[in-house]
């Protein structure tokens, strides 16, 4: 289902009646600024004080969306909102649970001394109606309390299965108008949901929300699932399967639940992934021994060999611009990152710092590479594009597979449990290293692969 944007009423009529809308563009819109501060120092963000209450509705009528009615639908909201913002490790906002619920004539004109007396800086609020064809529309405004001011508004009219699609959106506003940063709750996140002991693990290809809602396996568990990716306009994932020993690169519609098989291979193959503009697709191959990185269409065709050095070239991740590739080698005698061009040109090695460096992938910004780091433990850490300022992010026992969030700010990996248990879990940390979170899913979790905003 589609999300169709809708702007916000202009007037309230009655003060119980919401005005015509007008269509405005699907992204969260912002005005102006947002509070400059750095990805080292967050203290600005976490001192603001955030109301989050109930959204109002003009009548409380039933929906078809599982939360419920349209007044339960505007505490949900909130909900969503409020989690998407705290659990981002940045704010301290307070939920519908402990606030009153404005009514609906204030949606628009707050009671700015009852947000003043409750300590808020800061004010979320909105409303929630029910449409004739079954769709919920969903206002989202943001106030500074102190300053009486509105600093952004946006609305949507959704089926009633992608309302929480219009809550993250609405996170989504807010976050980038007071952070001034791009925004990345309304994604979705690819991932292998694992079951079954150590040495005989289950492995299907599943996806969810970038919160973990709305769950759902898309292989059956029968061939093991590995790696997957989602593809830039969130139609298809590819992954690597493989069955009774038999490797397979697939691409999975997520439009028809049907797969078409893009390689067969005698060897075994590893890691594809995606070109920025989904053309391309990058895996590696290993045959007598050596491996390396190759290039082909992402509709089928001839294969381009991109390295041939001895021992084993793997992984690859593409600059946000398509211009080059940062993979891992062991050319050098351990494992390393090394950065080339994407026509296989100008291959050199960027890890400079002990240890080993292990499955590197590029910053949607561009600016920075999240990698394994190997030096007894296995740490997430981030560096330059040339391999300077290098950061750990994590101090685990076994940390790895770094994706990251559409806006670059915070970095997904697995965790596996020390011992003979083998379970596995999906955390996520952002870039000052000090916000980290065990992100809940029903079963054991690796290899995450973080989308692109949705589109």
Same mark, same amino acid.
């Given at each position: 289902?589609?999300?169709?944007?809708?702007?916000?009423?202009?007037?309230?009529?009655?003060?119980?009646?919401?005005?015509?809308?007008?269509?405005?563009?699907?992204?969260?819109?912002?005005?102006?600024?947002?509070?400059?501060?750095?990805?080292?120092?967050?203290?600005?963000?976490?001192?603001?004080?955030?109301?989050?209450?109930?959204?109002?509705?003009?009548?409380? +009528?039933?929906?078809?969306?599982?939360?419920?009615?349209?007044?339960?639908?505007?505490?949900?909201?909130?909900?969503?909102?409020?989690?998407?913002?705290?659990?981002?490790?940045?704010?301290?906002?307070?939920?519908?649970?402990?606030?009153?619920?404005?009514?609906?004539?204030?949606?628009?004109?707050?009671?700015?001394?009852?947000?003043? @007396?409750?300590?808020?800086?800061?004010?979320?609020?909105?409303?929630?109606?029910?449409?004739?064809? @079954?769709?919920?529309?969903?206002?989202?405004?943001?106030?500074?309390?102190?300053?009486?001011?509105?600093?952004?508004?946006?609305?949507?009219?959704?089926?009633?299965?992608?309302?929480?699609?219009?809550?993250?959106?609405?996170?989504?506003? +807010?976050?980038?108008?007071?952070? @001034?940063?791009?925004?990345?709750?309304?994604?979705?996140?690819?991932?292998?949901?694992?079951?079954?002991?150590?040495?005989?693990?289950?492995?299907?290809?599943?996806?969810?929300?970038?919160?973990?809602?709305?769950?759902?396996?898309?292989?059956?568990?029968?061939?093991?699932?590995?790696?997957?990716?989602?593809?830039?306009?969130?139609?298809?994932?590819?992954?690597?399967?493989?069955?009774?020993?038999?490797?397979?690169?697939?691409?999975?519609?997520?439009?028809?639940?049907?797969?078409?098989?893009?390689?067969?291979?005698?060897?075994?193959?590893?890691?594809?992934?995606?070109?920025?503009?989904?053309?391309?697709?990058?895996?590696?191959?290993?045959?007598?021994?050596?491996?390396?990185?190759?290039?082909?269409? &992402? &509709?089928?065709?001839?294969?381009?060999?991109?390295?041939?050095?001895?021992?084993?070239?793997?992984?690859?991740?593409?600059?946000?611009?398509?211009?080059?590739?940062?993979?891992?080698?062991?050319?050098?005698?351990?494992?390393? +990152?090394?950065?080339?061009?994407?026509? @296989?040109?100008?291959?050199?090695?960027?890890?400079?710092?002990?240890?080993?460096?292990?499955?590197?992938?590029?910053?949607?910004?561009?600016?920075?590479?999240?990698?394994?780091?190997?030096?007894?433990?296995?740490?997430?850490?981030?560096?330059?594009?040339?391999?300077?300022?290098?950061?750990?992010?994590?101090?685990?026992?076994?940390?790895?597979?770094?994706?990251?969030?559409?806006?670059?700010?915070?970095?997904?990996?697995?965790?596996?449990?020390?011992?003979?248990?083998?379970?596995?879990?999906?955390?996520?940390?952002?870039?000052?290293?000090?916000?980290?979170?065990?992100?809940?899913?029903? +079963?054991?979790?690796?290899?995450?692969?973080?989308?692109?905003?949705?589109?």
């Amino acid at each position: 289902m589609k999300l169709v944007a809708t702007v916000l009423m202009t007037a309230l009529l009655a003060g119980t009646a919401l005005a015509q809308d007008a269509a405005v563009p699907a992204a969260p819109a912002t005005e102006g600024p947002g509070i400059d501060v750095t990805v080292s120092d967050d203290s600005d963000w976490q001192d603001l004080g955030i109301a989050i209450p109930a959204f109002a509705t003009n009548a409380d +009528v039933a929906t078809q969306t599982s939360a419920g009615s349209t007044g339960q639908l505007g505490f949900a909201l909130a909900n969503v909102i409020t989690a998407d913002l705290k659990n981002n490790g940045l704010f301290k906002p307070t939920g519908p649970g402990s606030l009153p619920r404005p009514a609906l004539s204030e949606i628009q004109a707050p009671n700015y001394p009852t947000w003043t @007396g409750r300590k808020a800086d800061m004010l979320v609020q909105g409303y929630v109606r029910a449409e004739p064809d @079954g769709q919920v529309t969903v206002g989202c405004y943001l106030y500074d309390v102190a300053l009486g001011q509105q600093l952004g508004k946006a609305g949507w009219t959704v089926a009633p299965a992608e309302w929480r699609r219009a809550a993250h959106k609405c996170a989504d506003m +807010v976050y980038s108008r007071l952070s @001034g940063e791009s925004p990345f709750f309304d994604s979705k996140i690819a991932y292998i949901a694992e079951t079954g002991p150590k040495d005989h693990r289950i492995k299907r290809l599943a996806i969810m929300d970038s919160d973990g809602a709305n769950h759902r396996y898309l292989t059956t568990g029968q061939s093991t699932a590995m790696t997957p990716r989602y593809s830039p306009d969130y139609k298809s994932i590819l992954y690597l399967s493989y069955y009774n020993g038999a490797p397979r690169i697939y691409i999975y519609n997520l439009e028809t639940n049907t797969q078409r098989l893009l390689l067969q291979s005698n060897y075994p193959l590893f890691a594809p992934r995606w070109s920025p503009d989904g053309k391309w697709i990058l895996y590696s191959m290993a045959i007598g021994g050596n491996t390396d990185i190759y290039k082909m269409p &992402a &509709a089928g065709g001839t294969a381009v060999k991109l390295t041939d050095s001895p021992g084993i070239d793997i992984g690859g991740s593409f600059s946000p611009d398509g211009s080059r590739i940062v993979f891992e080698s062991d050319r050098s005698g351990s494992q390393q +990152v090394y950065v080339m061009n994407a026509d @296989g040109s100008d291959q050199h090695r960027i890890s400079f710092f002990g240890g080993r460096a292990a499955t590197p992938e590029w910053s949607p910004r561009g600016d920075q590479i999240a990698f394994t780091h190997i030096a007894g433990n296995f740490r997430i850490a981030v560096m330059n594009p040339s391999g300077g300022e290098m950061r750990y992010l994590t101090d685990s026992w076994q940390d790895e597979a770094p994706t990251w969030a559409p806006n670059g700010r915070v970095i997904q990996f697995f965790r596996t449990t020390r011992g003979t248990s083998g379970k596995t879990a999906i955390w996520q940390v952002d870039l000052t290293g000090r916000n980290e979170r065990k992100l809940d899913t029903p +079963v054991d979790g690796s290899d995450p692969a973080w989308g692109p905003l949705r589109p």
